[in-house]
């Protein structure tokens, strides 16, 4: 007998990873639902507090519940370390933040999540950081951009909710010439489909609110790369600045997960069939889903995915007045700003989503108002298809 774990597979991880059970031998992951720890003696306060013995100390630096959540996720990803914070948006937020200085320069893609887009384009500049976006799909542009010192480069890919694609591999290349990190936020594709770190990012961050948790129930979020960058660049912000994941939320995304596989699977097998489906509809204008032979990036889609996700955006002949009178007449699929759900969500982004950010940014992004983002869910994808079949019958 010896003490070395037997190698295994994502499915055998998603139940069993990161584990850490008490000396009462339960069988599902504890809820250590408590704030703060204690300590037999003083003496053992001192010890921990000098790093000399490990021993948790308070919950907002960690607690085991999330530690169990953030062994798991740093197993799936492949990454050393990971960190689970409140939100998606804290795990985002702090991943910028923690490194940047006034005066450095950070490069994004122009279609990002909203309050990304925020972050970028508005909260750094206040702190004296330069802020430059480009068009994601577009080599030119990022050669260009990258082609001075940049600290961060920030990607979305496939991206909400155009679902355009950036080459991942190519983009990192270029941001290390510039002596730069890539963080990107792999919330769409989920830890199933796209493995970002083998393509060359350095940090990935997930919304936990979508896939992983997976059953809209609880927000959060991760933030995962290597030892040192975790250790030296993310852990004093995060320790200090306090955006700590609930155990209680840990708890439910850690029941999440485990299905994880099984869930994205069959969402994107329904998904694909729904973008199929849509294509042949005369009411349709296009359907966007990366594996459909009509993506303009299928083939960089495949190169860098397994799979095309769960999500499916299309764009209806006769803009928000069609859009609406679709979304109204829905009886199994709910509106919702929500994705990557058990329950499939319909989004009108120019009037929800991506109000704020203006028609003009819109118009580059190619949200129209006849587009609609589906996030495909457990259904039967047949109830699916009768559904939409009855809705743009409705327009
Ligand atoms: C939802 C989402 C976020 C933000 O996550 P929250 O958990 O809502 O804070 C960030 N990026 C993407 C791509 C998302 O879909």
Redesign the pocket.
Known sequence: MTDTPPKTRLATDLVHAGRIRSNLDENAEALFLTSGFTYESAELAEAVFANQIPHYQYSRFSNPTVTMLEQRLAKIEGAEVCRCTA????A?SAAVLCGLKSGQRVVAARAL?G??HWIVSTLLPQYGIEAVFVEGSNMDEWRAALSQPTALVLI?TPS?PMLDIVDLREVAALTHAAGGIVVM?N??ATPLLQKPLELGADVVVY?T??HIEGQGRV???AVLGSKQWMEEVFQPYFRNTGPAMSPFNAWVTLKGLETLVLRVNAQSASAEAIANFLETQPKVKRALYPTLASHPQRALAMSQMSGGGTLVTFELEGGKDAAFKFMNAMRIITISNN?GDTKSLATHPATTTHMRIGAEERAKLGISDGVIRLSVGLEDVQDLIEDITRSLAAI
């Open positions: 939100t998606g948006m804290a985002v999540f309050s990304c979305e909400n936020d919330v769409f919304s609110t979508k927000l959060g979020g994705l």
